[in-house]
């Protein structure tokens, strides 16, 4: 079984690595959602009492897809199951099956639902997860407290695939990182709308994140150990609530792709922009020193290939054969730090550009950049 798993995780990296993973650029607005009820079947998951962690997903789930289906109309939901069945013989099958549904579908996103549990019945409250590791999450892999949880968890024991991993995880900030914590991000905060509990954000070694080709979340609703949280995730009222907290986080994460990338046009379709018309006075031209404070705030293009929380060093071995020459600029939200290749007049030449840094880069693409900072 770890062999096959290994054999598996060296070929998805080697996909990402060389091509990657045949991921298409993360285009403005969602078209291909998936959906993704943990458990089923035979893998019931956490239970307390005749309640099932998979029928809690499953319920919540289908909630949330009808949401989608009427209030996005131009949005297709995908499911991994809509009846309590399960998808693998074994739960490493499963977990791949998964994967293997979102990744045929063209998922551009992948959003999977599980209910937690505790030894403690005082635990409590809604918490995302990320494809990601930290000495805690490499703490929590080795002591996994409850046998149901261990499949779910890529075993880091063995060093050849700890080192597989963990490069995939660094190349994962390269591709979608950064959408993946933006939907974490709009989950918890809507979340929090809600007034539930907030655990926040957390990086997981989880098997079905590491498995799918697209940005990925991972959401616990709740906890079952908890009788307080169980009552209200078995509710009409509470599935109805969680349901919609969700469908407004797919929501705002839609606004999130809308509002901060540009559009990906065939070559057709692409239109150059007219250079900037030479700015007169009425006695005549601007000064020197005017064009120049012009120049400096008006708005160009660049290639995006890196977004990061904290300053990257120009001449870090991330970018490559672009090493001292990227370019640092500003934005907002928690990737304030995006490094990008060249700086172009119009969209035509940062589009002609974008099709060589992608031969490093596979999911590099245009933004908009004015004065040293990425603007919408």
Do not use: W
Not at 203 to 219: F, I, K, N, S, W
Not at 365 to 376: A, D, T
């Amino acid at each position: 079984m770890r062999g096959r798993f290994l054999a598996a995780v060296a070929f998805a990296l080697c996909a990402v690595l060389m091509n990657g993973a045949q991921a298409e650029n993360i285009a403005p607005g969602l078209k291909v959602i998936v959906l993704d009820a943990g458990h089923g079947g035979k893998f019931p998951g956490a239970h307390y009492g005749k309640v099932y962690e998979k029928d809690l997903t499953l319920a919540v789930v289908l909630r949330l897809g009808r949401l989608i289906e009427q209030g996005m109309p131009g949005v297709k939901v995908v499911y991994t199951r809509k009846t309590d069945k399960e998808l693998g013989a074994t739960l490493l099958d499963d977990l791949q099956a998964r994967a293997d549904i979102a990744n045929g579908a063209g998922g551009e996103l992948f959003v999977s639902v599980h209910v937690n549990a505790a030894a403690a019945t005082s635990a409590r409250g809604v918490e995302t997860l990320i494809m990601g590791e930290t000495p805690k999450e490499q703490r929590y892999n080795e002591n996994a407290l409850y046998e149901s949880n261990r499949e779910d968890l890529i075993d880091m024991s063995d060093e050849r695939t700890a080192a597989i991993v963990r490069a995939y995880i660094q190349n994962l900030q390269f591709t979608y990182g950064e959408y993946s914590m933006a939907m974490a991000r709009c989950i918890q905060s809507r979340y929090g709308k809600a007034g539930r509990h907030l655990r926040g954000i957390k990086p997981q070694l989880l098997r079905v994140l590491y498995a799918t080709d697209m940005p990925g979340v991972l959401t616990e609703i709740g906890f079952m150990s908890n009788p307080q949280e169980m009552a209200y995730m078995k509710s009409e009222k509470g599935q109805a609530e969680i349901a919609r907290s969700l469908y407004n986080a797919v929501r705002d994460y839609d606004a999130y792709l809308r509002g901060t990338q540009l559009p990906e046009l065939d070559e057709a379709d692409a239109e150059e922009e007219p250079a900037p018309e030479t700015v007169q006075a009425a006695g005549g031209r601007k000064s020197g020193s005017e064009a120049a404070q012009r120049a400096d705030t008006e708005v160009r293009y660049a290639v995006q290939v890196l977004a990061s929380p904290r300053q990257v060093a120009l001449s870090s071995s991330q970018f490559g054969k672009y090493r001292n020459k990227v370019k640092q600029y500003d934005a907002e939200g928690s990737f304030r730090y995006k490094y990008c290749v060249g700086e172009y007049r119009t969209q035509e030449e940062a589009r002609k550009a974008l099709r060589e840094v992608r031969r490093s880069f596979p999911d590099a693409f245009v933004v908009r950049c004015s004065g040293g900072r990425i603007v919408k």
